[in-house]
Antibody
Framework: QITLKESGPTLVKPTQTLTLTCTFS??????????VGWIRQPPGKALEWLAL???????HYSASVRSRLTITKDISKNQVVLTMTNMDPVDTATYYC?????????????WGQGTLVTVSS | NFMLTQPHSVSESPGKTVTISCTRSSGTIASNYVQWYQQRPGSSPTTVIYEDNRRPSGVPDRFSGSIDSSSNSASLTISGLQTEDEADYYCQSDDSSHSIWVFGGGTKLTVL
């Protein structure tokens, strides 16, 4: 059974850097074709894909926040870390960690429970 | 980049069939797989359709996906509606380079 869980601060101040950790089980990020990504959802709004890292360390970022994001993996710890710099109140959202299975296309599932991050002074 | 446009809301009665559309603004819908996610209130999204029309294990066959190249859109059809199907549904696809993933704005399904 694949599970993912997000952890990190629930409150950050504007201009600060957010660091979120995804700890997963039930799969290995060294398996060919597998990826782990981050998706966020502002309160009452739609989902927004942010970043994805593959087993081979191939990384992809959303164009809208690319300059602010870094995604890394630690296979020995079964963790993926997302850092987002220069946080702003508009970044207030629930941040989800997602598994991307080895498949013909790239899709997301299962999802973590999500963690709500509020940006406020 | 491209956008995926969904109706804001749809409603239908239990036992009936409903179809939710997802229109791609640029690029060909058939060139990149479309996924559909269900998000019940207060819960994380779950995948109901991947790669246009495939169902993950555990998803009932009441859920089906299709592509219509003539309208450059994808559709999610739910038959035999149940009250538990009431949720937000999001479509998702990627760009031609398979390196940018985009979600639609979501459709709120009400089963009344």
């Amino acid at each position: 059974q694949i599970t993912l869980k997000e952890s990190g601060p629930t409150l950050v101040k504007p201009t600060q850097t957010l660091t979120l950790t995804c700890t997963f089980s039930g799969f290995s990020l060294s398996t060919s074709g597998v990826g782990v990504g981050w998706i966020r959802q502002p309160p009452g709004k739609a989902l927004e894909w942010l970043a994805l890292i593959y087993w081979n360390d191939d990384k992809h970022y959303s164009a809208s926040v690319r300059s602010r994001l870094t995604i890394t993996k630690d296979i020995s710890k079964n963790q993926v870390v997302l850092t987002m710099t220069n946080m702003d109140p508009v970044d207030t959202a629930t941040y989800y960690c997602v598994h991307s299975p080895h498949s013909v296309g790239t899709w997301f599932g299962p999802w973590g429970q999500g963690t709500l991050v509020t940006v406020s002074s | 980049n491209f956008m995926l446009t969904q109706p804001h809301s749809v409603s239908e009665s239990p036992g009936k069939t409903v179809t939710i559309s997802c229109t791609r603004s640029s690029g060909t819908i058939a060139s990149n797989y479309v996924q559909w996610y269900q998000q019940r209130p207060g819960s994380s999204p779950t995948t109901v359709i991947y790669e246009d029309n495939r169902r993950p294990s555990g998803v009932p066959d009441r859920f089906s996906g299709s592509i219509d190249s003539s309208s450059n859109s994808a559709s999610l059809t739910i038959s035999g509606l149940q009250t538990e199907d009431e949720a937000d549904y999001y479509c998702q696809s990627d760009d031609s380079s398979h390196s940018i993933w985009v979600f639609g704005g979501g459709t709120k399904l009400t089963v009344l």
